[in-house]
């Protein structure tokens, strides 16, 4: 399979952990996004890497949540000290920076996490 | 970013063709115009996109309002595999281009 891969694809956590997901994007993808979504709602843009360099931030990361792509390959995102409204489908897109379909993102199937 | 507006939802007869309106009367001349669909426990996928003309590709057709402000996604012959909520969205395709989602439109097939 050459799609967006995430790991783990479900979570439950305590109130208070820490969470670490990974998203593996498509080889030749070098701009990474990552979004929240709610029971109900759409995707919300979290954020966005352009190779390693985190280019953007939503005010939804707030200091509890950081984001890595090192050497501008697979991402990881942290939650600390979780709360139950983190409880949400985690999603990583990556698109390609050029080419035919360079405005197209593929997203990967997600990580549910549930903070009890 | 330009905000869209589509009805809640919509059901359809399978083997039908599905008009699947979208209103966006704030568009600017730099957005496109993208679909997304997103089926039950999946990560949404791009359906189509457009900027002025109309569209057609192998999932479905893109039709543009002459002034932009309204557009309609077009599934000719519908399946049990479409029922998904579709998406509308307004972005650049700039360097980041990141995508604004709405509530979508909720589509149900009819067997």
């Known amino acids: 399979d050459t799609g967006v891969s995430q790991d783990p694809r479900h979570k439950i956590t305590k109130r208070g952990q820490n969470v670490t997901f990974r998203c593996d994007p498509i080889?030749?993808?070098?701009?990474l996004y990552w979004y929240r979504q709610t029971l109900g709602q759409g995707p919300e843009f979290l954020t966005y890497?352009?190779?390693?360099?985190?280019?953007?931030k939503s005010r939804l990361l707030s200091d509890r949540f950081s984001a890595e792509r090192p050497k501008g390959s697979f991402s990881t995102l942290e939650i600390q000290r979780t709360e139950q409204g983190d409880s949400a489908m985690y999603l990583c897109a990556s698109r390609p920076g050029r080419g035919f379909s360079s405005y197209e993102q593929y997203f990967g199937p997600g990580t549910r996490l549930t903070v009890t | 970013d330009a905000k869209t507006t589509q009805p809640n939802s919509m059901e359809s007869n399978e083997e039908e063709p599905v008009h699947l309106p979208c209103n966006h009367s704030t568009i600017s001349g730099t957005d496109y115009i993208h679909w997304y669909r997103q089926l039950p426990s999946q990560g949404p996928e791009y359906v189509i996109h457009g900027l002025t003309s109309n569209v057609n590709n192998r999932m479905a057709s893109l039709a543009i309002a002459e002034d932009r402000k309204s557009s309609t996604l077009i599934l000719h012959r519908a399946t049990l595999r479409d029922a998904a909520v579709y998406y509308c969205?307004?972005?650049?395709?700039?360097?980041?281009?990141?995508?604004?989602f709405g509530k979508g439109i909720t589509l149900s097939v009819r067997p």
């Open positions: 080889s030749e993808h070098n701009r």
């Open positions: 890497f352009q190779n390693e360099a985190q280019l953007e």
């Open positions: 969205i307004l972005a650049t395709t700039g360097a980041n281009s990141k995508l604004t």
